[in-house]
């Protein structure tokens, strides 16, 4: 089992950047997991941002993001990033990453068995 933790929202304003930070806590290895990024903003459904494999070589992006957000990963730092540029206000929701042993891409994947607690990204007009 693998805790995650969010860090790096924030209020900013619209076409500026974000980072975002996902680490394990409790000494878990985050490295032998595949990771995605999620979003729900208020009374909406929670949607996938994107997803990297465990090497780092593969994601996968929403077509709403596409463009504007990267994932990326650092192992020995135990971190996962998730870079959002040119960012909107409808990119306005709790961001959440997740972990699961196997990777899935695109929409209707399993969801994976480990969550954080997700961090507020805020973006104002």
């Known amino acids: 089992q693998v805790q995650l933790e969010e860090s790096g929202g924030g209020l900013v304003q619209a076409g500026t950047s974000l980072r975002l930070s996902c680490a394990a806590s409790s000494g878990r290895t985050l490295s032998t997991y595949a990771v995605g990024w999620f979003r729900q903003a208020p009374g909406k459904e929670r949607e996938s941002v994107g997803t990297?494999?465990?090497?780092?070589?593969?994601?996968w992006y929403a077509d709403s993001v596409k463009g504007r957000f990267t994932i990326s990963r650092d192992n020995g730092k135990n971190t996962v990033y998730l870079q959002m540029n040119s960012l909107k206000p409808e990119d306005t929701a709790v961001y959440l990453c997740a972990a699961d042993p196997y990777y899935c891409s695109g929409y209707g994947c399993p969801e994976p068995p480990y969550w954080g607690q997700g961090t507020q990204v805020t973006v104002s007009s």
């Open positions: 990297i494999t465990v090497s780092g070589r593969n994601t």
